[in-house]
């Protein structure tokens, strides 16, 4: 059962904006119903309808088309040069999968600095796969060498991340997070508030802009943020997925965009297991290997066809 949504269409800095408002519980509902019912048999991604649409109305079309291939699609954005911000659910919790590989990068580096000492090569080596190739077994190996869930807690204190929280089983996929709080970790690495200097920023920027097509365990992980806006030549991306919670798919694609990482944009997507074929399969990311699942393909191209329609003409600016 598809969950019906709640979005704030467009929450703008009042500098920009004065008198912005959302609209209340009953309109989102009927607009977002609507919405469903008008793009059930409609392409997708449905470029014509957001054709000379402004983003503020694009942005329940863009759900709507993506709950009509059964995913529900929560996201944030910040341009942090006029602080204009657009969101959808973007308080609602999630597990990261593999985004949580930004906060023990984060830790490590932090550490370092604390002890005034550089990072080993060995980590960077290490750091380096688990950012740019999203590798598991790099993560394990850094996870349990500073402090497993610690790490979750101490990162989202000094970001200041209040619906952060740690796994509950300590294994590091299972973080929950929120799509304003990875935009607000993002911020808040860009602009120090964090904790990271500028040198460690910028090591964690660099990782994120070499992030693999294909990652290590042979899955595509330029799903949503990268293939959605091919305008965008410069981006630093996070990606995470993994299936399968509740039943359902989990996909996320966090990153910046812009040579002076202008936009910060956060996006999670659970998403019904589909087959067009009806095969009865269940794609636990966990035992077997889903770089060609067709579910899991299906699910990439919302996140990516979601993004698409948010920007149809494939650039944020």
Request: charged letters at 20%.
């Amino acid at each position: 059962m598809v969950r019906g949504p709640r979005f704030l269409a467009a929450v703008c800095a009042c500098v920009l904006l004065a008198g912005c408002s959302a609209p209340s519980d009953d309109q989102i509902g009927d607009l977002a119903s609507r919405a469903t019912a008008e793009t059930s048999a409609s392409p997708f991604p449905d470029m014509k309808k957001v054709d000379g649409v402004a983003l503020g109305s694009r942005i329940p079309m863009a759900i709507a088309s993506a709950q009509a291939r059964g995913a529900d699609v929560d996201f944030a954005l910040l341009d942090r040069r006029t602080g204009s911000y657009y969101s959808s659910n973007a308080d609602l919790q999630v597990e990261t999968a593999s985004v949580s590989k930004l906060f023990i990068a984060d830790e490590v580096l932090f550490r370092a600095q604390s002890e005034n000492r550089p990072v080993s090569a060995d980590e960077l080596a290490v750091m380096t796969s688990m950012l740019e190739l999203s590798d598991d077994n790099a993560a394990y190996t850094l996870w349990y060498r500073y402090g497993s869930s610690e790490i979750v807690r101490t990162v989202a204190a000094r970001y200041g991340l209040t619906n952060t929280t740690a796994p509950g089983d300590d294994q590091w996929y299972n973080t929950e997070t929120t799509p304003s709080d990875l935009v607000g970790y993002y911020a808040g690495l860009l602009n120090g508030s964090g904790g990271l200097t500028t040198a460690s920023t910028d090591i964690v920027i660099g990782m994120l802009r070499q992030s693999a097509p294909i990652a290590a365990d042979g899955y595509k992980q330029h799903f949503g943020i990268v293939d959605g806006l091919p305008g965008e030549s410069v981006h630093a991306v996070k990606q995470g997925w993994m299936c399968c919670v509740s039943d359902r798919w989990v996909h996320l694609s966090t990153g910046t965009i812009g040579v002076d990482n202008r936009y910060v944009l956060a996006l999670s997507s659970r998403e019904d297991i589909f087959y067009a074929d009806d095969m009865e399969q269940y794609p636990d990311t966990a035992v077997v290997d889903v770089s060609d699942d067709a579910s899991a393909l299906h699910a990439r191209e919302t996140l990516t066809g979601f993004v698409s329609m948010l920007f149809p003409d494939g650039a944020i600016g």
